[in-house]
């Protein structure tokens, strides 16, 4: 059993009876299926396409009934008060920055929040990711939680991206950041910001680039920022890395594949390192074999 203080995530409230259906238009997930316990992983994104910010939105019950919860990437909260304000135009809707009197927590391998602590909700990225609560700051202060490094150990070993640490918001798109493997993205709902350059990619199987898992078969992995190079080409970068030889990178996956294909190392600050293919994965991955048709 484990349970962490995320202490780089903030708190976003969305109310108002027009709460879901002013998400609904700007965001990537569907919010007519978010449901107390059934929360969505969605992105905001800029009309190019380009990915603002990620964030879990979680329904709440009780006290805050209705209310919609954003678990969002801390230092951005402030900004993304300000975008979404902008956006609000008569929306029947109120958008609060919380960050400063609460916090997140995940509670993973076994371990469950208590569910009069706050906002509990699952990750609905992935299962082995566990649970999550919104709780108030003062609640936090007196719990004891494990070590943050282990619960980012533990997310990289599942080979999931973390905006901020594996690659920079709006300069990625959703695809990139595999939101579209992580349930991140619905291709069957209406319009949203950005919306025509995600199904243009989507439908053209365009996205070359991701952030995937890598590993070091030597047991040393390479500093953060390293160029991955193959013979004398860069093809990416060594992203968020642990002391277990893994850690996460952002890799044009036809490079790879390419130098796969022609035998030829690939290294990051001069150490072999090889991409991981995550269990959540559905995208042919480099290095497997194409089945012929039955």
């Known amino acids: 059993m484990a349970k962490a203080f995320l202490s780089d995530r903030g708190i976003i409230r969305v109310s108002g009876e027009d709460a879901r259906s002013f998400l609904q238009g700007l965001l990537t997930a569907d919010m007519d299926r ?34 919609l919860f954003l678990d969002v990437p801390r230092a951005l909260a402030p900004d993304l008060v300000k ?32 569910d009069e602590a706050g906002v509990t909700y699952p ?6 990711l566990g649970m999550r609560l919104i709780a108030e700051a003062e609640w936090l202060r007196n719990e004891t939680f494990d070590s943050e490094e282990n619960w980012q150990s533990h997310r990289i070993a599942l080979g999931v991206p973390e905006g901020g640490k594996d690659f920079i918001y709006s300069d990625v798109f959703p695809h990139e950041a595999n939101m579209d493997q992580l349930h991140g993205i619905a291709f069957d709902k209406g319009c949203y910001v950005g919306q025509e350059v995600v199904s243009r990619m989507q439908h053209r199987g365009t996205a070359r680039t991701r952030v995937m898992p890598v590993m070091y078969p030597e047991g040393f992995a390479a500093g953060e920022g390293c160029d991955i190079v193959a013979g004398d080409k860069a093809i990416g970068r060594t992203c968020t890395q642990t002391t277990g030889g893994i850690g996460m990178a952002i890799v044009r996956l036809d490079r790879y594949a390419d130098a796969l294909a022609a035998g030829v190392p690939v290294v990051a600050g001069g150490i072999p390192v090889a991409l991981r293919k995550p269990q959540w994965a559905r995208f042919p991955f480099p290095g497997e074999a194409i089945k012929p048709d039955a």
Not at 83 to 110: H, W
Not at 123 to 128: A, H, I, N, S, Y
């Open 123 to 128: 990750d609905p990225r992935l299962p082995e």
């Open 34 to 67: 978010v449901a107390v316990d059934r929360p969505a992983f969605a992105g905001l994104l800029t009309p190019q396409g380009k990915l603002i910010a990620d964030m879990i939105v979680a329904e709440a019950d009780g006290e805050w009934g209705g209310d």
């Open 83 to 114: 975008r979404l304000t902008m956006y609000k135009l008569r929306a029947k809707v109120t958008i609060e920055d919380l960050s400063a009197t609460g916090g997140v927590a995940v509670f993973y391998q076994g371990d469950l929040p208590p």
